[in-house]
């Protein structure tokens, strides 16, 4: 089991190297991580969009572009195209959003023609290290980048993609708090009302492989002492591996805030495609990207 992102980041030099294909690959913080990547012996790159501006910003870098394939696909939409066609196609493992907008590239991933559709839904899992006392462990925060308003039956698909990534970390059951700003359903919390739902829905239809409880506050997700104060007996309580938010919002702000209040460096990943999908905000650091290719390097190993 992978206790964290250091720990993720040594795992992924063990595994075969894979492919990336990198969408408007014109971005310092991209192009960086994907030098890294390679010096590393992670991965491979294919470069999509201007190769004129590509090419200029490895100089800048002072980045060699021996070994590197270019694609010249100067146009936004046209280079998140070619680049999911590149893993569609099975030239490359991994795709990485670079200087392209998220909707345009997840546009191009949705498309049912050309893009990476499996029938299931997309959704980000964020990955955080955690410590309780002295141990190390790893926390997922989601969905963080795709659905905004999730309901109960996409909420349950969230989960089972988190719950994937987890599989893939070497948890073999995690626990999943499904997350309200209170333990009982209350009509005026959507989300407390969508978590009594979900415990409906997985009754009906289990997810094998975890153990899910909610709603539940933050602190009861992560504190046993919380949970002891309050009288609550769960076999989640202070023990969660994944945190499925009510909505995208409080996912995303919540995983930018630990990234900026401890200055760590969260990798993540959208899964429910054919390959990973790694969708680095324009302000992640190139140490972010670095882990999210490790966790998509990690995703995309054969099974």
């Known amino acids: 089991m992978l206790r964290s992102l250091g720990e993720l980041r040594e795992h992924a030099s063990r595994l075969s190297p894979k492919t990336i294909a990198v969408a408007a690959a014109a971005a310092d913080p991209t192009l ?25 910003r490895l100089e800048d870098l002072e980045m060699k572009p021996d070994g590197l394939e270019i694609v010249h696909r100067p146009g936004e939409r046209e280079a998140a195209t070619e680049a999911v066609g590149l893993v569609r196609r099975g030239r490359a493992d991994i795709l990485l959003k670079g200087a392209v907008s998220t909707p345009v590239l997840l546009h191009a991933v949705l498309d049912r023609e050309t893009g990476l559709r499996t029938g299931g839904l997309l959704s980000d899992v964020f990955v955080i290290g955690f410590r309780v006392g002295a141990a190390d462990r790893l926390i997922g925060l989601t969905d963080g980048g795709v659905n905004p308003a999730p309901d109960p039956r996409e909420k349950k698909s ?8 987890f599989h893939a970390l070497g948890v073999r059951e995690p626990r999943v708090a499904v997350l309200s700003a209170t333990e009982k359903p209350t009509p005026r919390l959507r989300g407390s009302l969508d978590a009594a739902r979900l ?6 239809d289990a997810i094998e492989g975890c153990v899910v409880d909610g709603p539940l506050a933050m602190d009861l997700a992560l504190s046993t002492e919380a949970a002891s104060m309050k009288g609550i007996d769960s076999p989640v ?3 969660a591996d994944i945190l ?11 995983a930018k805030a630990i990234q900026y209040w401890t200055a760590q460096d969260p990798g ?12 680095p905000s324009r302000a992640e650091s190139a140490r972010a990207r670095l882990n999210a290719i490790a966790l998509g390097s990690l995703l995309a190993e054969p099974a």
């Open 32 to 56: 960086a991580a994907v030098a890294e990547a390679r010096r590393r012996g992670w991965a491979e790159a294919i470069l999509v969009g201007d190769r004129a501006r590509i090419r200029a």
């Open 158 to 165: 969230i989960l089972s993609n988190a719950v994937g990534v």
């Open 199 to 204: 415990a409906d829905l997985l009754e009906e």
């Open 237 to 239: 309580a202070g023990r």
């Open 244 to 254: 499925l938010f009510p909505t995208l919002e409080a996912a995303n702000i919540t």
């Open 268 to 279: 993540h990943v959208v899964v429910g495609a054919s390959a990973p999908v790694l969708i």
